[in-house]
């Protein structure tokens, strides 16, 4: 363990006393919702489990799920747990169709999400003497306000970018010797590109970045690394359960530790909501144990991942998640075949590409269709017409190799794919106009 180790006492606790802790949170969490919120009162007598139903963390599996439409539905306030005048601010979810999912923070959820973003910076190895650069988005959005707050925990310089503006944002890169990098991986590979076209690598400092907020393929995670010269830690969590920080990753990069102390994780089938054994692929499930104003318990995250407990060499005991693999809300039902971006993303760098591209479906004449535009880098762009139609040949023949279907391929020009400050938008789906 290195000195910059932020919790040893809770990161590195044991199996039993994880377990320990997690059971008397859960109790009092489950009785301070039933007492608090009239919403989860009625869920719970729905499915007649009371407080007393609720010993430990073995019992956890009695209680309902809460969905993203029960959030929906208890808009604004009816999932609210402490008195308003408690809660001293609010963060949303970008999301773009129906209405948004609102969370409040009292201090001490704000103190401890702030803890949870610290344990992540100092994961990647942060101190105070780093300059810390973020610009993930502020405002609504968990990104830019979460690993602010760490930043400050660790006693970092900090310097509050926020998105856009790419040209001010290397600017500030260079002058100010930022050391670690925090937006989401989309925007770390465009800054990426765009310090190389400027020729400023050489003027950067940047030793780590902390990425998430999207999926991102191991092998974009090699692509940033080498254009940034940087070692690139995947950062995990959603506005529901709080924002990043919810899992990290440590030095090993082989899954994020979810912050056990304060989350317990399940992971069940998505289809029929049964809990699944340890190392089964399935979605993954958080119960909030340590929030006062908007405790969750058995939110559906719509993520699929799988959980590990397999010893760490990095000390830390708590449990560690995949990458998620994919949503289950966004998995693309395409003549009927599962598909992920991430499987296409992971073909298009093994080949050679960088992640700018974007997934077409559509439907034609009662069937699907689905194209993959993606962007020749500008070596590709000067080859001949026929170099080229044999590089869409060899796409379309991985493509079906990995996915199982055809995928019609066109190759665009370079820079012709719109980039993204914050969450990249990877798919169109035309399906859902119609
Ligand atoms: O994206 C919080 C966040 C900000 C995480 C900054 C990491 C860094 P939401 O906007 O509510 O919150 O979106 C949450 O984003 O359910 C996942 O589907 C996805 N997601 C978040 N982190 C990762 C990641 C923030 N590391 C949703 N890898 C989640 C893949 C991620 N997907």
Known sequence: MTEHYYQP????????????????????????????????????????????DIQSVEDLHKLPFITKDDLRDAYPYGLLAKPLKDCVRIQSTSGTTGRRVVAFYTQHDLDLWDDCCARAIMAAGGTNEDVVHVCYGYGLFTGGPGLNGGSHKVGSLTLPMSSGNTDRQIQFMCDLGSTILCCTPSYAAYLGESINERGLKDQIKLK??????????????????????????????????????????????????INEDHFIAEIIDPNTGEVLPEGEKGELVFTSITKEAFPLLRYRTRDICVLSREKCSCGRTHVKMSKPMGRSDDMLIVKGVNVFPSQIETVLLNKGYAANYQIIVDRVNNSDTIEVQVEMTPEMFSDSLGRMEEREKELVGALKAMLGIYAKVKLVAPKSIERSEGKAKRVVDKRHLY
């Open 208 to 257: 780590a970045g902390i990425f998430g907020a999207e999926a991102w393929t191991e092998e974009m995670r090699r692509d940033i690394e080498k254009s940034l010269g940087i070692k690139a830690y995947d950062i995990y969590g959603l506005t529901e359960i709080s924002g990043p920080g919810v899992a990290f990753e440590c030095s090993e990069q082989t899954g994020m530790h």
């Open 9 to 52: 006492d809770i990161e590195c606790a044991s199996r039993e006393q994880i377990k320990k802790w997690q059971s008397e949170r859960l109790v009092k969490q489950v009785r301070h919702v039933y007492e608090h919120v009239p919403y989860y009162r009625k869920m719970m007598e729905e499915k007649q489990v009371t407080p007393d």
